[in-house]
């Protein structure tokens, strides 16, 4: 997985495919070169540790660079023609490439991962917790958004609702700045600042505070490029696979039906079977021959409910290998069910339910009950 994200949000340096071509000016004798871009590469620069160095990137037919690009660069990144928003920002490339090729006459062909964006945003544009909203102006309002990268967060969004506890770090005024320049990372947090403006995005300030003014996430991300993306797409993952299991029906049902009757408050956490896992199920009927020729039988489990059940429906049963807990069946959960973990002090146990249905389908794997009483059971339920 993480070699395939990385090789499709790796771009080819396009800079050296440049041509050169005649401009004419009224007539030749006032004409000149001027350089043309390699055809459908876009303006983008690779981070350095001491400066954005501008390169011509090329997005290779061959990689999927949208599968694994995030919604906030869809939205904003000059990769994409089709964006729906007025902010355009850069490609910001890491130093090091994610592979370089060698050619006879060709050249080199070396293709880097996209680890930020990077342009000019309006002041209304930058988001940040509303307690940090500043109406101040000047250095002041820019020395207070620096505070805020060292210490906090800010992200960059256009037409943020105005709801929440977040909102615009500015609102525009005469004196400004309006107009921030931003290294900002594939979530839309805001990096680093490296320049800003007064009332137009052209009016770039001379202050000496507009060279770089860097937070330690332009550090880190400097010096650790690559590896810095592959956390962020393995946070952004681990994200993802936790909304997907959230709204599965099995852990949605285990999430409605969960109740403490005893009033333990029990710490609960919950798993998604995505393979078939083992658990300890206690026998405790009076026939447990019976009970076990019958699960046998029926391949399946009747769930606990009311107030036999008393943290929620749901088959009550062990950890694999758990001692001490009398006459069990060892029981194998397919895929598919939801497993919430119960722990209240040092002792721990599980409650399994299916997406659906009265009965949580098991197969039995081992079992300590002797084996005349599991032919007896079987006799009487055949």
């Given at each position: 997985m ?71 660069e869809?939205r904003?990144?000059l ?13 910001v ?12 006459i ?6 880097y ?103 330690y ?10 590896r ?155």
């Amino acid at each position: 997985m993480d070699y395939e994200a990385i090789a499709s949000r790796s771009l080819l340096d396009a800079t050296l495919w440049a041509r050169q071509e005649w401009v004419t000016v009224g007539d030749n004798a006032h004409g000149g070169r001027s350089r043309v871009p390699f055809q459908n590469s876009v303006q983008g620069f690779q981070l350095l540790p001491s400066q954005l160095r501008p390169l011509d990137l090329y997005r290779s037919p061959s990689t999927k660079f949208e599968d694994f690009a995030t919604r906030w660069e869809k939205r904003y990144s000059l990769l994409f023609a089709n964006r729906s928003t007025t902010m355009s920002l850069a490609p910001v490339v890491d130093r090091s490439p994610f592979y370089a090729y060698d050619y006879p006459i060709v050249g080199k062909f070396a293709a880097y991962p996209v680890i930020g964006h990077y342009g000019i945003v309006p002041v209304e544009n930058i988001i940040v917790r509303r307690n940090f909203a500043t109406q101040n102006d000047r250095e002041e309002r820019v020395r207070e958004l620096q505070a805020i990268l060292d210490h906090d967060i800010a992200y960059v969004e256009e037409d943020y609702p105005n709801a929440g506890d977040w909102g615009p770090f500015a609102r525009y005024n005469n004196l400004g700045p309006n107009y921030f320049e931003l290294l900002i990372d594939p979530e839309g947090q805001i990096l680093a600042i490296r320049g800003y403006g007064g009332s137009e995005p052209g009016l770039v300030s001379e202050d000496p505070l507009s060279y770089v003014i860097a937070g330690y996430g332009l550090v880190k991300l400097a010096t650790g490029g690559g590896r810095v993306l592959l956390k962020l797409l393995a946070k952004r993952a681990a994200r993802k696979a936790a909304e997907k299991i959230a709204s599965h029906p099995a852990v949605v049902r285990l999430a409605k039906t969960a109740v403490d009757l005893q009033g333990k408050n029990p710490v609960r956490t919950v798993e998604l079977l995505t393979s078939p896992k083992i658990f300890r199920h206690s026998i405790t009927s009076e026939l447990k021959g019976v009970s076990y020729a019958r699960i046998e039988m029926e391949g399946a489990l009747r769930l606990s409910k009311g107030a036999a059940a008393h943290y929620g429906e749901g088959v009550y049963a062990w950890h694999a290998g758990a001692t001490g807990v009398g006459t069990y069946i060892d029981i194998e959960v397919a895929a598919g069910a939801a497993v919430e973990t119960l722990k209240v002090g040092a002792q721990s146990w599980v409650r399994i339910v299916p997406a659906q249905g009265a009965v949580l389908s098991v197969r039995i794997v081992a079992t300590n009950l002797p084996a005349e009483m599991i032919a007896m059971g079987r006799q009487l339920v055949r």
